[in-house]
Every structure is written in C-alpha cells, then in structure tokens.
C-alpha cells in the first residue's frame, strides 16, 4: 500500500489557482447544474458515471499487458483461463452482468467507491505512515527563515483556500476542456480519519462552526483559535501566537500520544479506547484535534540535505505527528518546510493543489496577511492534555518502539536531476510523462537485467467521484526499448524506433486507463462482484494474475516548481516506491524501500542508492540517444 494507489498525474491537467488567470476557451460539454450549491460543483452532478469496460476488451488488454512479464508456458496457461473465463455460460458473463448492474443502480453514484474505500484504505490494517501516508517537501522561503513566521504564512495560505473551499467558490479543475470531480474536498478541512475494527471511517466536522488550528510542538497539543471577535487572525498574530508555543513548550517533550497513530490500525483502535475510557475528558481532547482546520507540526529537527528533509517530512521522529488528519503542515527550526498528508479519501491532485496554491501565493506575494499590528485582547494558545495512566504510559512506549523499527527497516533518497526536464523532452517530441517512465523502466533493466510488473497511477477523476486506474507501464515495445538500448550493436536509428514505440504503446494505456478502460479496476470490479459461497475462476487464481499486479515499482508524478520533494513508500518489500517530478529544467525522483532489498532471492546492499544511480544513468543515456537526431540548438 503506498501514495501511489490514489496519487494521480496532473501533467495535463488545467488548474487555474488564482482568479482571473483563465483565458477564453471552448465551454465544455459537461452541462452546468443551474441547482448546483456553488461554482466549484456546477458540473458535479452531470459528470458521467465510471463506466464498466465491455469484458473483452478488458480481457485482450490483460492478456497483452501480462506478455512481456510470462514465459510461452505461462501464457498459455493465462490465456486458457481468460478462454474459460469469458466462454458462454462461464462465470466471466455472470460477474460482468453483475458488476452492470451495480453500475447502473441509480442509488450508487460510482460503483467502485465503496469497495475501493473499505479495501484499498479503511479496512487496511497496516500503519498510515510509510504505507498510506506522502509528503511533499517546500523549496526554501528566503523572506521567512523564522519557523514560527514561516508556519504563520502557511497558516494563512491555506485558510484562504479553506474559504474557497468551503463557499465553493474554487475554480473547478480541466482536463482537455472538460470539468474534473471537486467532491473530494469535502474531505479536506476539519476532517480526520478515526481507527476502528474492522475498518476505520472518516469524521466530517463542520467548517463553518470549526475554527481551529492544532499546533503540535515537542509532542505537546496547542490549540490556536484562528477567529477573535469575528475576524481571523492576521499573518503577524498567527506568527505571534505560534512563538508563544514554541517559548511555551520550552525544550522538555511531553509524553507522544501523537505516536499511538503511527501502529497497525487495530492497536490504534484498541488505544484510543484505553485513552478514551481512562478519562471522558480525552474523548474532548481528541474531538479537538480530529476537527481543527488542520495540524501544523513545529519540529524541532533542522534538517539540512534533500535526503534528510525528505525523510522529515516523510515520517520525522512519529511523536510530533497526529498521522489520522489529511492536512499537516511541517515546519521545522531551520525554517525549512513541507507538508504530510492522509489521503484515504482524498488523491494527491487536490492536496498538490492546495500546497501549490500556498507556495504559489506566498511566493508571488498574492495572499492578504492582514493587519501588521497584533490586538492586545488576543487570547494566548492553550495547551490541551491527555490524561494519562500506566496503560496508556505502556501503549505510547509500544506504539514508539513499533514505529521506530519500522523507520528504521526503510531508506530514502532522491535524485535531483538537473541536467535537463520538461522543456528539452518536448523539443525532443515525447511525452513528458512517457519519457519518465521509461527512464524509470531503463533504470531497473540495468540494475536487474529484467523488466518486472509496473504501476503508474492515472485518474479517474473526469468521472463522479472517480478515484484512481492502473496505467501498466511494462509493455511488449518497453521492453524491447530497454533491451535495444543496453545492447552496445544496435544502432541509435534503431533505439530511437524503440523508444518512440514505448512511448506510443505508454501513452495509448494511459489514455485508456484515465477514461475508466484499464484493467486493474475492472478486475477489482468482478472479483467483488463474486458471491461468497462461489469458487474463484481460474482467471483470478492463476499466477499470472498475482504476478502481474505485485508492484516491483509504483510510480507516480505530481509535479510543481515550489517543492523539492515528494515521495511515499513502496508498495512491496522486494520493490520500489519511485515518486517522480518532471520540472521545465530538472527531473526528481524520490526512491523509497526496504534498507538492503530482496528481490527473488538476490539481496541488494545499498539497493535503494544503487536505484537512484540507475535512474541518472538512465536519464543521461536516453538524453545522449535523443541528442543525436535533433536540431544542434536542441542540444546541450
């Protein structure tokens, strides 16, 4: 389980973060709903439905995506179970049938939503941090080193954003002219995720009555009221309110309840219920935490390398954390700063959003900090405390120690490539996205002689309440490419060919994927739609099946020239978690794993370096390849 599942590429996507900057273009097609509650939902009830792809399309895509990854034996014994599958009277039609018939039920917006929620999130029992959770780590702010200064800033950022939000008044997001869901953000603000068995859900609170910040520091809770009298706290009180807690807190930690949120989501569950009945008071203190507008954590870390920030921000020391909110926002002594989020219900383009709109606005000076003066009436923060007990005492100390030998099993790291990015690929003619990707396949081919199952995420957001698809970036013509290229007697005119017909092959499943035709989802469709007293199809037993979806490398871009990180965990423990950017100059990718990986009985010391070093040789020699049929100004 990683970011990757629900993060989503937005390369292509047209998000006007400030008014005023759209320019005239074609209306879509989507219908605007006079009846809607505000501009951000116009198109929300005439987006169409996630649709189910007819079986065998689905199928034939399946049985090409897997052909590369199988021997001929192997295929053949896959190809005979997608016969028997979809033969008349097989268990194939009938699941189809059923899954139809979920689809069309006008009670269900989209069929997937619930199934995808419980089981890709909810019902996932490993921790949010590492597995779940993603970070994206800030660009320097040379106007406001000060930490406090710098988390005030943020602060007002982003409940700019919250009015828009919540007045639905946020310009609705395009892609290729059409509207996008805007549902998800709904879950944004004043939200948190809350533990329970066999499956945790979501509190909403109200936005409008919720005016609070929570500020964590030295594992202490603060709370922060950002409205006094009727109006919200300027940039210089927020600033002023949040040095009071970092004098107040002082240099002795308190006792880390925010490390309770770090364990499996069953001990979670079974702590919080300690926490709650030791004291009815700890119910009223978490209810604080779970509705605040957002976390900002004041870490006491300064971290310094990419490396370093990237793991801060990732996971920090779990202590100064409260994992379950969608919305943390870090900022550490150095003044160094980035973001963290929970993102069960919510993908990556709308926190990419936010965080942009932040950096952006703080950058280019368009967010109104307010007033200079700080009001003499204004109420300090106040601290707000567990009572604790010998039980809770023994959890917190169980709950660090679990989280430590967790961290502690995992490496980061990050290639900042600055070589070349989004404005040399395009005068090469490919695909931004598909160039990255196959530097990503180039990558691992020469680190471990083979191509191995891929997952790229695309969305599905152009559709109600779409989430995610599979883009499977593995592909008959990837591995041609990677193997033409890595063989010193082909000629470049050759490679090239290869290269081009990867992209092509890239792209077409990408474009099917975030049209709702991938197959990955459809799969998950029809294997719910099962009954529990039926046997599985042979289709879904098969290895093949297993194989060709266990991630050796979950990929996923979200790209902005305000972060200098972003990254989440892998997915599988013999993988890789690789995050990537594309930048008009540069290239990141955010390389995640097990300390010393094993991969099919291989152990990899130092693995997760030697990926990062791939990754850069990979990016130089398809730079070199593509130098040679361009124009002499297209060169280095």
């Not at 529990?532 to 991630?551: G, I, M």
Request: charge should be neutral; glycine fraction near 6%.
């Amino acid at each position: 389980m990683s970011f990757l599942r629900n993060a989503s590429r937005i390369t292509r996507m047209s998000t006007p973060f400030r008014r005023g900057m759209a320019s005239a273009k074609p209306l879509p097609k989507t219908p605007v709903d006079p009846k809607a509650a505000g501009p951000m939902l116009r198109y929300q009830n005439n987006l169409p439905k996630l649709p189910v792809p007819a079986l065998s399309a689905t199928l034939q895509k399946y049985l090409k995506s897997v052909r590369p990854l199988l021997n001929d034996a192997e295929y053949q014994k896959t190809e005979q179970a997608v016969k028997d599958f979809e033969s008349p009277g097989g268990l194939g039609l009938e699941l189809q049938e059923r899954l139809l018939a979920r689809a069309n039920d006008p009670s269900i917006v989209n069929w997937m939503e619930e199934w995808w929620l419980d089981q890709a999130y909810m019902g996932y029992r490993d921790p949010v941090v590492i597995y779940v959770s993603y970070f994206f780590l800030y660009k320097d702010d040379k106007l406001r080193k000060l930490p406090a200064q710098r988390a005030a800033a943020i602060a007002t950022a982003a409940l700019e954003f919250k009015k828009e939000v919540v007045n639905k008044t946020l310009s609705v997001e395009m892609a290729k002219g059409e509207p996008m869901c805007m549902d998800s953000y709904k879950y944004m603000f004043n939200n948190c995720r809350i533990p329970k068995k066999p499956s945790d859900y979501e509190a909403i609170f109200d936005p409008v009555q919720n005016n609070h910040l929570v500020v964590l520091r030295k594992n202490k809770f603060y709370v922060v009221d950002t409205v006094h009298q009727g109006q919200q706290l300027s940039t210089s009180e927020f600033q002023a309110q949040f040095q009071k807690i970092i004098d107040e807190a002082g240099s002795d930690k308190g006792i880390p309840i925010g490390v309770l949120t770090s364990d499996n989501r069953d001990k979670w569950t079974e702590y919080r219920e300690t926490l709650i009945t030791a004291d009815p008071q700890n119910a009223k203190v978490l209810e604080k935490i779970e509705s605040s507008d957002f976390i900002i954590c004041l870490e006491d870390q300064t971290p310094f390398t990419r490396d370093e920030s990237s793991r801060a921000c990732w996971h920090g020391d779990g202590r100064n954390r409260f994992f379950d909110k969608p919305l943390q926002f870090l900022v550490f002594d150095n003044g160094k700063a980035g973001f963290m989020g929970e993102h069960s219900c919510m993908d990556g383009t709308a926190t990419c959003r936010l965080n942009e709109y932040v950096c952006d606005g703080l950058n280019r000076n368009l967010i109104e900090h307010g007033s200079p003066e700080i009001r003499s009436d204004l109420p300090s923060p106040h601290e707000i405390k567990f009572s604790v007990n010998d039980k809770i005492m023994g959890q917190v100390q169980s709950a660090a120690e679990n989280f430590d030998q967790l961290i502690n099993k995992h490496e980061l790291t990050v290639l900042s490539y600055q070589s070349y990015g989004k404005s040399l690929i395009k005068k090469f003619k490919c695909s931004p996205d598909g160039y990255a990707q196959m530097v990503i396949q180039l990558a691992y081919y020469k680190m471990f002689g083979t191509s191995r199952p891929t997952y790229e995420s695309a969305q599905t957001r152009k559709f109600q309440r779409g989430r995610t698809e599979t883009a499977r970036t593995v592909t008959t013509e990837s591995v041609a490419f990677v193997k033409a290229m890595e063989d010193p007697h082909t000629s470049n005119e050759t490679k090239i060919a290869a290269f081009r017909q990867a992209l092509k092959a890239q792209g077409e499943y990408m474009a099917d994927a975030v049209n709702g035709h991938g197959v990955d989802r459809h799969f998950f469709g029809l294997k719910n739609s099962l009954k529990s007293n039926e046997e599985k199809p042979a289709l879904f037993t098969d290895p093949a099946n297993a194989y060709s979806s266990h991630w050796y490398l979950s990929t996923s871009q979200l790209s902005s020239e305000h972060f200098d990180g972003y990254g989440w965990g892998q997915v599988v423990n013999d993988g890789f978690g690789c995050a990537y950017m594309i930048k008009n100059n540069a290239l990141q990718f955010n390389v995640a794993s097990v300390k010393d990986l094993e991969v099919h009985g291989t152990q990899y010391i130092n693995g997760t370096h030697h990926f990062k070093q791939a990754l850069e040789d990979a990016a130089n020699d398809i730079r070199d390849l593509m130098n040679t049929e361009t124009p002499s100004e297209a060169k280095l």
